[in-house]
């Protein structure tokens, strides 16, 4: 399988996971008035179709290592479940976030979520494989929350701005960004815990705990998506099927390939946290400056700022500063 050799490649997969965390949200934009659990079904067919891919490829070639499938076939169970679990977790909570992000609007659901995902998987990570600098990583990751603060705070003045009116901060919209947040953020601690084997159990190659991850993001899509459809949490009405069945095949694909995208920096991340310099910590705590990736998006591409007043612009100027010291600290902490 191919692996980095040094940290400047494993620096380049932690930055490649950045980019596509934080990229993968545009395919949905794609698709104007598609229902997000609807998309979420063809989501999670290219994420799994992804982690075989990258497995059948990178994870077949070069001499370092088990090829993928014969990592994959011995791998031992609890290692198996332990992936699995992972991606379940992460699964549910990203449903969960856009959920939030619907009932409470971006400037609460999305500091408080990912802010409090990046403590928990930082945190949680860090304890599973102490790698790196601890005041560098968590001083880093200080710097990324703040970052995080200016970032809402700038869509608040943005939606008070054009009059797109800010959804109302509801208990409900509160506590479901809380428990994705936890959940976000827990999710990582079960990947670098199946990374990391036990001394009766060799650890499997990172693109077979990705196949496996995958595998409990399908698996756990069916009776989650399925309520949410039947359920919303956003206040709307039920999903219906026939929704999906009629939608452009355009569509379909872009859903596809968001899943897709986001399974590449997945397989990235996984790759480069099991490094013997980087550690999942500071692989985890790189990945979510997804944030800043995804500013990038709605502020030079979408123009989501375009009417916005100057105090909205000054404090996005704040947040990419704040982000750029956040991720420089945390990329610097597995050298000191």
């Known amino acids: ?33 598609y229902r997000f659990q609807l998309f979420y079904w063809d989501y ?9 891919f990258w497995g059948l490829t990178a994870g077949s070639m070069g001499h370092t290592g088990t090829h993928f499938l014969s990592d994959a076939a011995q791998t031992p169970l609890s290692l198996v479940i332990l992936a699995v679990c992972g991606g379940a977790v992460f699964n549910v909570a990203n449903l969960l976030l856009v959920a939030a992000i ?30 790196g600098n601890p005041l560098l990583l968590f001083g880093g990751v200080a710097l990324v929350m703040v970052a995080i603060v200016f970032d809402a705070a700038a869509y608040r003045r943005r939606e008070g701005k054009t009059g797109t009116g800010a959804k109302a901060a509801t208990t409900r919209g509160i506590v479901l960004s809380l428990v994705a947040g936890v959940l976000m953020g827990l999710f990582y601690p079960f990947v670098a815990r199946a990374l990391t084997g036990t001394p009766m159990q060799p650890a499997p190659g990172p693109y077979a705990v990705a196949y ?17 459809m039947a359920k919303p949490l956003d206040g709307k009405p039920p999903a219906k099927f026939a929704g999906y069945t009629d939608a452009p095949l355009g569509w379909h694909l872009a859903g596809i390939l968001g899943g897709a995208i986001w ?11 099991g490094a013997h ?18 500013a990038c998006w709605g502020v030079f591409v979408w ?20 982000f750029a010291l956040g991720l420089t600290a945390v990329a610097l902490a597995p050298l000191y």
């Open 212 to 228: 496996f991850f995958a595998l409990g993001v399908l698996i756990s899509t069916v009776p989650a998506n399925l309520l949410l």
């Open 263 to 273: 399974c590449t920096g997945g397989v990235a991340n996984f790759v480069a946290s």
């Open 277 to 294: 310099l980087v550690g999942p910590a500071v692989s985890y705590s790189i990945g979510q400056g997804a944030t800043m990736v995804s």
């Open 1 to 33: 399988m191919l692996l980095p050799a040094t940290y400047q490649a494993a620096l380049f997969l932690m930055i490649l996971s950045m980019l596509c965390w934080g990229s993968w949200a545009n395919t949905l934009k794609m698709c104007p008035g």
């Open 102 to 131: 619907d009932v409470a609007g971006l400037a609460v659901a999305f500091p408080v979520g990912i802010g409090l995902a990046l403590i928990v998987g930082a945190v949680s990570s860090y304890l599973v494989r102490p790698v």
């Open 303 to 322: 123009h989501e700022f375009a009417q916005a007043p100057r105090s909205a612009k000054r404090l996005l100027f704040f947040m990419f500063v704040f």
């Open 44 to 52: 999670a067919l290219g994420l799994a179709g992804a982690a075989i």
